[in-house]
């Protein structure tokens, strides 16, 4: 079940709250991911997000690998299904940063206005999905949920059509995103073409065998 937002309060931890959880969060770390809690307060650690793209990314040529389409200096290509990738944050940095580091990591050329970071939690065993706003703090989440994924994980999606904002992008990622859309549109029309022509050849094999002049 997709959330448009957060409709929970959030909870704010005094420095003792946050010591006491960072050193609840440790002793129950069983992939050797744990934080690290700073003299000045702010603390650090990990988050795995689960990379959920229905549509190609645009990397440098260099850089690509898997199913591609065309570019002049960059390849827009398919992440693979179940892509996951950690992240070592702090607690001062945002969602946003986030999807930039996660973007950079990748080499990926694509405007970070065109993504979204989510988490996923279960709740009276339902999956919730809810989009975070750009100012959140993903390890203070991460700190508060505890270690175990299957309670909270964070998943990279796209923006919905409706919420992009394509006045943010350059003219030649435009036109690189509409010659991905001419490739998809293509590959789908010649799907249909092929469905369509062989229920024609079973239909006019089945008229054959039953239509005999005489």
């Known amino acids: 079940k ?3 937002k957060e409709n929970e309060p959030h ?3 005094s420095k003792e709250e946050v010591k006491e959880k960072i050193q609840s969060y440790n002793s129950s770390v ?3 991911l744990k934080m690290t809690l700073n003299a000045n307060g702010i603390y650090t650690g990990f988050i795995k997000v689960h990379l959920e793209l229905c549509r190609p990314i645009t990397v440098q040529s260099s850089q690509s690998q898997g199913r591609c389409a065309h570019s002049n200096n960059e390849t ?3 992440l693979p ?3 996951v990738n950690t992240l ?3 607690s001062t940095n945002t969602v946003r940063e986030v999807i930039e580091a996660l973007l950079k990591k990748f080499f990926v050329a694509d405007n970070p206005a065109k993504f979204a970071l989510y988490k ?5 065993d339902q999956v919730y999905t809810c989009k975070l706003s750009d100012r959140e703090h993903p390890l203070y989440l991460r700190l508060v949920a505890g270690p175990r994924t299957e309670m909270l994980s964070f998943v990279l999606r796209e923006h919905e059509t ?3 904002m394509w006045e943010a992008f350059s003219i030649p990622e435009l036109r690189n995103f509409l010659r991905i859309l001419d490739k998809e549109e293509n590959e789908q029309l010649q799907i249909l073409k092929n469905r369509y022509a062989a229920y024609r050849d079973k239909l006019e094999e089945a008229l054959g065998g039953v239509w005999k002049p005489g």
Do not use: M, N, P, W
């Open 2 to 4: 997709d959330v448009q």
């Open 120 to 124: 996923r939690c279960h709740k009276e």
């Open 76 to 78: 827009a290509f398919y």
């Open 11 to 13: 909870v704010y931890l």
């Open 81 to 83: 299904d179940g892509c």
């Open 30 to 32: 069983t992939d050797k």
């Open 162 to 164: 409706g919420e992009v």
């Open 88 to 90: 070592h944050i702090s």
